[in-house]
């Protein structure tokens, strides 16, 4: 499946879906920007270590924390102890915005490219373009969202309703 995008640059692009159920998307990255993945494994153990004690529903959860700890007002941090513990992960590409878009980060869906339900992990840089790096289900290989009959997650989430 290859499917073809028109930036507000006119450049083209192109996303083909591989044997690993990755997309391959190619075109014009002469001018773009990369985002890295952050790491908060020391930032969040400072804060929990710091919240010892307290009641469970007072301290945050580490979805919250990720988004706690990058608010910025009145020139600082929230938390600047924290922040200074963020790790920046130079071998995983979490963004990649070609000049003229389309921008598109991890955890973005790909309906609007026509690949339907698909959701992005993360980037690899290949010959003129990055592949990217698909969502699967742990148990049964398939695309974000959709399991094979047999997988068990979607026979817990069956249970459920
Ligand atoms: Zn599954």
Redesign the pocket.
């Known amino acids: 499946m290859k499917k073809e995008h028109i930036n507000r640059y006119g450049d083209k692009f192109t996303f083909t879906l591989n044997k690993d159920k990755d997309i391959l998307w190619k075109g014009n990255f002469a001018y773009h920007r990369v985002g890295y993945a952050n790491d908060y494994t020391e930032a969040y153990q400072a804060y929990l270590d710091d919240m010892e004690g307290l009641d469970e529903d007072q301290i945050l959860s580490l979805e919250d924390f990720k988004i706690d700890v990058h608010v910025y007002f009145d020139n600082k941090y929230l938390h600047p102890d924290y922040i200074k513990l963020v790790k920046s992960l130079p071998d995983k590409i979490d963004m990649v915005d070609p000049s003229g878009g389309p921008y598109i980060t991890a955890g973005s869906r790909l309906d609007r490219f026509g690949f339907n339900c698909v959701t992005v992990e993360g980037f690899k840089p290949i010959k003129n373009g990055y592949k990217i790096i698909t969502k699967k ?1 742990p ?2 290989d ?1 695309k974000a969202g959709v ?2 009959f047999s ?1 068990d ?2 026979r817990v989430i069956v249970n459920l309703k």
């Open positions: 289900c148990c049964c398939q399991h094979k997988c997650t979607k």
